[in-house]
């Protein structure tokens, strides 16, 4: 089992940036690999990012990379999503997920937190 808490969601205007975290917890939470999804109102749920259990390994949602970048502090069990260039199609609600592998997190994932809102101005 892991426990997932988001924070760091809220407003920021485009081109700002903002960084959420995710605070895991529970037997797996060192083992297993943590990312991010994100969903838009009226918009599937979608990848964004992941991060291997070890923060070796790390990959992103193809349109993303370069602006986003994903961090793990196993220390302290967090999970970080940085954002810069923020666009106004970035805002969403973002969801913290884990999963015993990191390709399991495009697929959407074992576990998630219960997400935080994204807003990003024009």
């Known amino acids: 089992q892991v426990h997932l808490v988001e924070s760091g969601g809220g407003l920021a205007q485009a081109g700002g940036s903002l960084r959420l975290s995710c605070a895991a917890s529970?037997?797996?939470?060192?083992?297993?690999?943590l990312g991010w999804l994100r969903q838009a109102p009226g918009k599937e749920r979608e990848f964004v990012a992941a991060?291997?259990?070890?923060?070796?390994?790390?990959a992103y949602e193809g349109s993303l990379q370069g602006r986003f970048a994903i961090t793990r502090d196993n220390t302290k069990n967090t999970v970080y999503l940085h954002m810069d260039n923020l666009k106004p199609e970035d805002s969403a609600v973002y969801y913290c997920?884990?999963?015993?592998?990191?390709?399991?997190?495009?697929?959407?994932?074992?576990?998630w937190g219960q997400g935080t809102q994204v807003t990003v101005s024009s």
């Open positions: 997920a884990a999963a015993p592998e990191s390709f399991e997190l495009r697929d959407g994932g074992k576990y």
């Open positions: 529970g037997d797996s939470a060192r083992t297993h690999a």
């Open positions: 991060i291997s259990w070890s923060g070796e390994f790390a």
